[in-house]
């Protein structure tokens, strides 16, 4: 029986090894900790060590758990939040988090805020359809988290397919649905005028973040990221300044940021579609427009800022791919989170119009830009 | 555009009749039956204050709305009926406590009017200081609440920390943050150091200069113009006609201040201009008093530069020059001839009226009354959100800096 599980775990261990990220830099502390774990006398140990490293560095694996998957993710969240909160402060004359842990300058404050939403009660309050309150917060995920095993950075990549960006897109539409649904789950007043104005602004600046993703589509003539990433000698931004222009506001707009934090006003109506969250659900609801952030700005990063291209530092080998698009899509990130601190909140038929007037045009021309440029075979 | 609608019969929420409101049941089924509803908004939604707003909506536009004041409602006016004169000016400043000196000059005039008393030159320099700093102070936290009710919170901080200087400026004059009670009947408490009148002096220069940059990521910011522009429109027959004061009634083109109507303390002595915006909408009624702060700044510098010497207190309160030590002494026993005693004071937010009874014997008020910007605006407040968009609540109530204590008293 035994021989058997260890020829399972043998196959399944060339498979994985066929397909292994190859770094030099690490290489050394790998073959360190294989000779230390060789002398310690545990029978099958070296074999499940060699297992484990194998799983981490398999490629598609890497891509979607470590990076640019779940970890940066996971650190992207504490870094954004502390990094928005500390920017504010220092606009608007004052110090910002601080006092948790202070050699960091309060870099944990997300991280303690995350403990404390765990432990709190999470209030299901008795008018809520409560296995849609409590699963929506939770399926809201399926189209935030997927789309990361379709983007790659280099060849450490999840799923490959010549259609990623078209995918990317269509789950980023998604998104809007779930939180339309946990607007309407909360059952309360705030909340379904908060999902009302959720599906308002969606219908204010799909079409336009559609038709510049698709005029960049047509300037490369292909979905696919590789291709993508390869043609951008010159990066998109600078091919296509329009269409980089609508991106980066319809983002603004998608995520509800100011200035159009229009679905969660607080002020107008107090977080609207996730008035009645409390404890832990309201951690995972508050995380999700960053989450959506970070995809779009992933997808920003390979159309406009030249994907993974950088200074190729042979040290990282296949690293270096992950590495350059993380640190470009957060340095997009940062960027977009000055804008809180300078705007105030439009309201939303201004938001619409803005939407179905001179955005919709510039997607427009963008489209027809990305037409000629394709057509012409410029690059 | 053709309406279609669904004969469904509605019946007004239950919650409705729990709530007390101060409206008929007929009218909540007539709102029902119109395909309209209502919304209330406050007592505890972040956007109200302490007041509750029944607003009747039909779609997302503003169709009437329905103040229900009074949760702030402190009996000041009662109160004041058991204290001595001298006791009441602590009380009087509490509804607005950023303006206080504006409230407490109103009160003390009222009493001078009464006693006849003749106030020394330097004390209605040191009046009008103050009065124009807390102007300044209030005006600066109502541009803050305004911004954070658009979501601004950049604009929420600036004149917070603006203020700092005004509070610093009023600690060094009188003592206190805010509420200082300064300003006695006959003159005020104590003389100011010509050290600490440079100090504000230098002060308002750095107002200014902290003002510009709030006015770079603010006042001109186009977000924030695109909200407040062509909002909550006052024309100046329904600024007249709702009785709407001060900056709010010249926001709509109405040249009306009582500082130069009817001059008191040291206003008739420096050169300041009224401010007067055409539009009557809430940008404009944002501008005027961001304009009136650069005049209350100019008449502060005028003030510190021209002030004269002499006495703080005047001869028939006290003959020397500090009334430290003796203040219950000279002051407790105050008594007002038999009569009624009005004073018209222009406040951070408009014309404040105080009216003192007096039955002529008792050393207390036989009625004081009590008339807060707040309270007069509030009707050209409501009607000024007709026809709006729900969102626009919010830019409006900024817009007028509506301060339910104030109003409430």
Known sequence: MIEVLIDLIRYFLSILKSNQLDIPLIKPIIALIMKIVAQIPIPYLSNLVDLILAVILWRPLFAVVVMPGLTVLMIYLLYIVWFERKLTARIQWRVGPLEVYRPLRGAIQALADGIRYLFQEAIVHKDAHRPYFVQLPILAFIPVLLPIAFIPAGNVVGIKSPYAVQLTIAFISLIPITVIAIGWASNSRFAFIGSVREALMYVAYEIPFIVAAISMIFLYKSGDPYIIVENQWIPGAILNPLAFLVFLIAMLMATSRLPFEIPEADQEIAFGPFVEYSGILFGLVMVLAYEKLYVMALLFTILFLGGWNGIYISLLGDLNAPIWLTIKTIVVISIIAMVRSMYARYRIDQAIRIGFSWLLAFSMVALAIGVVIGYEGGI | ?409
């Open chain 2, 1 to 409: 555009m053709k309406e279609i609608a669904i004969d469904v019969p509605v019946e007004p929420p239950k919650e409705l009749e729990s709530l007390f409101l101060p409206i008929p049941k007929e009218y909540v089924e007539e709102v029902y039956r119109n395909d309209e509803f209502l919304i209330l908004v406050g007592p505890q939604h972040p956007g109200s204050g302490h007041m509750r707003l029944i607003v009747r909506v039909k779609g997302d536009v503003i169709q009437e709305v329905i103040p229900d004041p009074g949760y702030v409602h402190r009996a000041i006016e009662k109160i004041a009926e058991t204290r001595l004169y001298v006791q009441n000016i602590p009380l009087v400043e509490r509804p607005a406590i950023m303006d206080s000196a504006n409230l407490n000059l109103g009160y003390v005039r009222a009493i001078e009017d009464g006693m006849d008393l003749e106030v020394p030159e330097r004390a209605k320099y040191l009046r009008t200081i103050l009065a124009e700093l807390c102007r300044i102070g209030t005006h600066l936290y109502d541009a803050a609440i305004l911004s954070v009710f658009l979501g601004h919170t950049t604009g929420f901080m600036y004149p917070f920390g603006i203020r700092e200087l005004i509070c610093e400026s009023l600690v060094k004059m009188t003592g206190a943050r805010f509420t200082s009670s300064f300003i006695i009947p006959g003159g005020v408490r104590r003389d100011v150091s010509k050290e600490i009148l440079d100090w504000i002096y230098s002060a308002t220069f750095a107002i200014e200069k902290r003002l510009r940059s709030f006015e770079r990521l603010f006042i001109k910011n186009p977000t924030v113009v695109a909200r407040l522009k062509d909002v909550g429109v006052l024309s100046k027959k329904e600024a007249i006609e709702f009785g709407v004061v001060g900056p709010f009634l010249r926001a709509s083109g109405v040249e009306y201040d009582v500082r130069k109507v009817e001059p008191y303390e040291a206003y008739d002595k420096v050169d300041w201009d009224i401010v007067v915006a055409d539009d009557g909408d809430s940008y404009s009624r944002f501008l005027v008093r961001v304009n009136e702060v650069a005049q209350s700044l100019k008449i502060i510098r005028q003030c510190i530069a021209e002030i004269p010497g002499g006495k703080v207190i005047s001869d028939q309160i006290c003959e020397g020059n500090d009334i430290r030590g003796e203040f219950f002494e000279k002051l407790a026993g105050i008594v007002l001839p038999a009569g009624e005693f009005t004073t018209l004071t222009e406040a951070a937010r408009g014309s404040v009226i105080y009216t003192i009874v007096s039955d002529g014997e008792s050393n207390v008020p036989y009625r004081l009354r009590v008339v807060t910007p707040g309270w007069l605006y509030l009707r050209g407040f409501m009607e000024s959100l007709k026809g709006e968009r729900l969102a626009d609540l919010q830019a409006i109530y900024g817009s007028f800096g509506y301060f339910p204590p104030e109003a409430d008293r």
